[in-house]
C-alpha cells in the first residue's frame, strides 16, 4: 500500500526514506524523483508555479498509479507526495520514492510512477512570469508519449 | 423524464473563463451522456461557449473517474471539466 500526501507543505526527503526503509532488511534499492521549479520557460524568467487540483479525486488517482505499479514490480514500498499551491523556481514540487530487492524494479517504477503522474493525477500549473504575464501550462506531447511507452 | 441536478466542478482555464468553479444546476431530462452535457452547457452563456470552444481539448471526470462523452449521467453525479492535467 503505498503512502500517498497532496500538501501545500514542503516535505522531508531524509524523513521519507528513513520511514519507507525503517525495520527493514529486505529492500535493495530505492529509487527517487524529485520533481523541481524551473526558473525559466522558453527563455522567459519565472517568478512561481501555482498548482491547482482537484481535492477530492487527486490522491485516490496517485492511490490507483501506485497500485499499478505495485502491480507490474514487485515493490517493497512506494511513496508520492505532490505539493499545490504557489511555489517559487527552486522549490521541489514532486517526490516519488519506490524501493525493491533490486535496482530494476526500484527504478524503472520509479519512472512509470512520475509519466503516469503527469498525464493521470488532476493536477493543473499555471506559470508567473518575472514580466508581469501568466500562462496555464499545456499539457505536452512528449509526456503523453512517456507515458504511452507504459502501456502495452 | 424531467430535470435532475448534477453537481459541476471546473478547474484551470475553464474556472476562469466560466468564472465559478463549483455550481449545482438542473438538467433536462433529455442529457443521458457526458458529450450531450458539454453541449448544452456551452450554450449557457459566453464563459461557457469560450470555456467549451471547439478546438479546445477538455477531460471530464464523473464521480472522481475520468469518463468520456458516452459516459452515462445519473441525478446527482459530480461532474469536473478540465484541460489536460499537468502535474508532476
Redesign the interface.
Known amino acids: 500500500m503505498a503512502r500517498v500526501k497532496v500538501q501545500e507543505a514542503p516535505f522531508d526527503i531524509a524523513a521519507e526514506t528513513a520511514a519507507l526503509l525503517a525495520g527493514r532488511q529486505d529492500i535493495g534499492g530505492l529509487g527517487c524523483f524529485l520533481g523541481v521549479v524551473r526558473g525559466t520557460v522558453e527563455g522567459r524568467a519565472l517568478r512561481a508555479m501555482t498548482l491547482e487540483h482537484y481535492p477530492a479525486m487527486t490522491e485516490a488517482a496517485i492511490a490507483a498509479i501506485a497500485a499499478e505499479a505495485e502491480r507490474r514490480w514487485d515493490l517493497l514500498g512506494c511513496t508520492v507526495i505532490h505539493r499545490t499551491g504557489r511555489l517559487a523556481p527552486g522549490e521541489p514540487i514532486v517526490l516519488v520514492l519506490a524501493a525493491a530487492s533490486h535496482r530494476e524494479a526500484a527504478l524503472a517504477a520509479t519512472g512509470f510512477l512520475i509519466d503516469w503522474l503527469k498525464t493521470r493525477a488532476p493536477f493543473w500549473k499555471k506559470e508567473s512570469y518575472v514580466d508581469g504575464g501568466e500562462a496555464w501550462v499545456e499539457a505536452q506531447a512528449a509526456d503523453d508519449a512517456a507515458a504511452a511507452r507504459w502501456e502495452g | 423524464m424531467s430535470g435532475y441536478p448534477l453537481h459541476l466542478?471546473y478547474?484551470?482555464?475553464l474556472r476562469e473563463r466560466i468564472g465559478a468553479g463549483a455550481e449545482t444546476i438542473a438538467v433536462p431530462g433529455e442529457i443521458a451522456t457526458l458529450g450531450e452535457l458539454r453541449d448544452w452547457l456551452s450554450q449557457r452563456g459566453p464563459g461557457y461557449a469560450s470555456a467549451f470552444a471547439a478546438g479546445k481539448?477538455v477531460r471530464a471526470?464523473v464521480n472522481?473517474?475520468?469518463a468520456t462523452p458516452e459516459t452515462a449521467l445519473h441525478p446527482g453525479d459530480?461532474v469536473?471539466f478540465?484541460?489536460?492535467?499537468?502535474?508532476?
Not at chain 2, 82 to 88: E, I, L, N, Q, Y
Open positions: 466542478l478547474f484551470a482555464w481539448t471526470a472522481q473517474v475520468f459530480e469536473a478540465f484541460p489536460p492535467v499537468t502535474g508532476g
